[in-house]
């Protein structure tokens, strides 16, 4: 009978190494963004999926949050079939196990991929794949990432993303309006107003 190891109750040198050493790369990727070198981000965030595939494996919920990094990063870069590879890579880890708040922000960013598409029924579609408890605001600065259907509104217009509040709504609307139109044959005729 073979012995299974534990990555988090007694991790080998390299499951350690890359437990600690990972999240460290996809922090610097984050200080790189923001500080405007988006390929040095890709470069530290690839690094760290390849260090933590290789010690904890592609369906640890540690190597998902390097996959949504990336793929958060290439929708900034509107690489749009790269940042859906690897959201859909972490969706895939996400949907099995972690925290139900990161599958509604992985959801959340699929569905900003599809309005970016001009695939507003998609976007809508995504999101509520979440309902009806689990679905993150849609203003990506705000900390609401795990909400009821019930307690959200969606845009009046094409209803394909959900807020909390109107100041996100507002704070979205920046990002949002190159996007938003009416969705055709709207299935779902929900109109919750902000």
Same mark, same amino acid.
Not at 128 to 153: D, H, R, T
């Given at each position: 009978?073979?012995?299974?190891?534990?990555?988090?109750?007694?991790?080998?040198?390299?499951?350690?190494?890359?437990?600690?050493?990972?999240?460290?790369?996809?922090?610097?990727?984050?200080?790189?963004?923001?500080?405007?070198?988006?390929?040095?981000?890709?470069?530290?965030?690839?690094?760290?999926?390849?260090?933590?595939?290789?010690?904890?494996?592609?369906?640890?919920?540690?190597?998902?949050?390097?996959?949504?990094?990336?793929?958060?990063?290439?929708?900034?870069?509107?690489?749009?079939?790269?940042?859906?590879?690897?959201?859909?890579?972490?969706?895939?880890?996400?949907?099995?196990?972690?925290?139900?708040?990161?599958?509604?922000?992985?959801?959340?960013?699929?569905?900003?991929?599809?309005?970016?598409?001009?695939?507003?029924?998609?976007?809508?579609?995504?999101?509520?794949?979440?309902?009806?408890?689990?679905?993150?605001?849609?203003?990506?600065?705000? $900390?609401?990432?795990?909400? $009821?259907? $019930?307690?959200? $509104?969606?845009?009046?217009?094409?209803?394909?993303?959900?807020?909390?509040?109107?100041?996100?709504?507002?704070?979205?609307?920046?990002?949002?309006?190159?996007?938003?139109?009416?969705?055709?044959?709207?299935?779902?005729?929900?109109?919750?107003?902000?």
């Amino acid at each position: 009978m073979a012995l299974h190891t534990n990555v988090n109750i007694n991790p080998t040198d390299a499951q350690a190494v890359a437990l600690t050493h990972g999240p460290a790369l996809n922090n610097e990727a984050l200080r790189l963004e923001r500080h405007g070198d988006l390929a040095g981000a890709e470069r530290k965030h690839i690094e760290a999926i390849q260090m933590k595939e290789a010690s904890v494996g592609a369906d640890h919920v540690s190597t998902a949050i390097s996959y949504n990094g990336l793929g958060e990063l290439y929708l900034k870069m509107e690489l749009l079939d790269k940042a859906e590879e690897y959201l859909n890579q972490a969706l895939r880890v996400r949907e099995r196990k972690g925290p139900k708040s990161d599958l509604a922000t992985t959801r959340d960013d699929l569905g900003r991929l599809f309005e970016m598409r001009g695939e507003l029924q998609a976007a809508q579609e995504i999101r509520l794949k979440g309902a009806p408890y689990n679905i993150a605001c849609g203003n990506f600065n705000c $900390s609401m990432l795990q909400n $009821s259907l $019930s307690n959200l $509104s969606r845009c009046s217009v094409c209803k394909a993303v959900f807020y909390c509040s109107q100041p996100c709504q507002r704070a979205d609307w920046r990002r949002h309006k190159k996007y938003c139109r009416r969705i055709e044959n709207n299935v779902n005729n929900e109109t919750s107003h902000l």
